[in-house]
């Protein structure tokens, strides 16, 4: 039985023995284990050549990581929030995720950026924002993002085995909330798939990462008056799956789609926009979301009202069961 930053330390660990060429880097992550254990133990099982503590630098560990993925390494890097990712934007939108083009596949781009981010655990608010959408935005750049510490081990390994560049997002809210039975081997999950984790017939809610366990309980709570819901862990945000989204869709006629990034261009706009132009005519209602609100994520003492509640999104629903 793992914790999720428990089964993400053990997909690298697994990495590392599977494959010499795997190496991680990043702030920390040596004889500390990282800021959130996430790589307890890997430095004293595999030594400082191949798990490296990194300068304070997040623009020199990615840059560094791409250039070992241009000589033929598989770095996983991490970033200690998502937050902190800001001074390697340019290093990850103008060469990570465009070298492989720009080389037209001559150098190899295989790497990972780890970043835990998201709110619910009262830290500083610079600690908690939930900017995926930056990098969704960036072609090239694989987004994905685990619910549970099954789906972390094997997504992340999944996104080591990968040739592209994979942004893998670790929601701070599910580190260490559930633990759950993780093979200690070798396996991968999809990375550009969708998961149905739960099947109704009304309507059709869509999340990520710490969005999973909320629309869970909400769908609990909606079947006591007998609204019955298809919950989609989306998983990869980029590429996103099309084939499982519109069939859901189509089935139930009504979407929620929740998460607790700003809702104006977040990804569920994306989402509703394919939506629309797709499955228009099999709606019975208008697409709704359920996201966090147009500011700077709030100080701990107000990141309740902030965030999407189960409260919130059966609210959503009850107004799409009635709509007229």
Not at 35 to 42: C, D, K, P
Not at 136 to 162: D, E, F, M, Q, W
Not at 236 to 255: C, M, N, Q
Not at 282 to 303: H, M, Q, T, W
Request: proline content about 6%.
């Amino acid at each position: 039985m793992l914790t999720m930053v428990q089964s993400i330390a053990d997909a690298q660990r697994v990495a590392l023995e599977i494959d010499k060429n795997v190496l991680l880097l990043g702030e920390d992550i040596g004889k500390n284990g990282g800021v959130f254990r996430a790589t307890e133990g890997l430095w004293e099982q595999f030594g400082s050549e191949r798990v490296i503590d990194t300068p304070l630098s997040e623009a020199g560990i990615v840059g560094s990581a791409l250039g070992l993925a241009m000589g033929g390494f598989k770095p996983i890097i991490e970033i200690q929030f998502l937050s902190f990712i800001t001074p390697a934007f340019e290093q990850i939108v103008s060469h990570v995720a465009r070298m492989r083009l720009r080389s037209q596949g001559v150098f190899s781009t295989s790497m990972v950026i780890r970043a835990p981010y998201g709110g619910g655990i009262g830290a500083p608010e610079l600690h908690s924002d939930s900017t995926e959408a930056y990098f969704v935005h960036t072609p090239g750049l694989r987004v994905v993002v685990p619910s549970s510490p099954y789906t972390a081990k094997g997504l992340l390994l999944g996104a080591v085995a990968s040739p592209d560049p994979v942004l893998f997002l670790e929601p701070l809210r599910l580190y260490r909330t559930q633990k759950e039975e993780v093979p200690s081997d070798y396996y991968t999950l999809s990375i550009d798939k969708a998961t149905v984790v739960s099947q109704g017939e009304d309507v059709t809610l869509i999340g990520w990462g710490a969005m999973i366990p909320l629309l869970l309980e909400a769908s609990r709570l909606l079947m006591e008056q007998d609204i019955t819901a298809d919950v989609i862990d989306l998983q990869s945000l980029s590429p996103i799956d099309e084939e499982t989204l519109f069939a859901s869709a189509k089935k139930t006629g009504r979407v929620v789609i929740v998460h607790e990034a700003p809702r104006t261009c977040g990804v569920g706009a994306e989402i509703a926009a394919r939506l629309s132009e797709e499955v228009i005519d099999s709606l019975e209602a208008p697409i709704k979301r359920v996201a966090g609100y147009d500011v700077p994520y709030p100080l701990f003492a107000l990141e309740h009202a902030y965030l999407p509640s189960v409260k919130k999104v059966v609210q959503a629903v009850m107004e799409l069961v009635y709509f007229q």
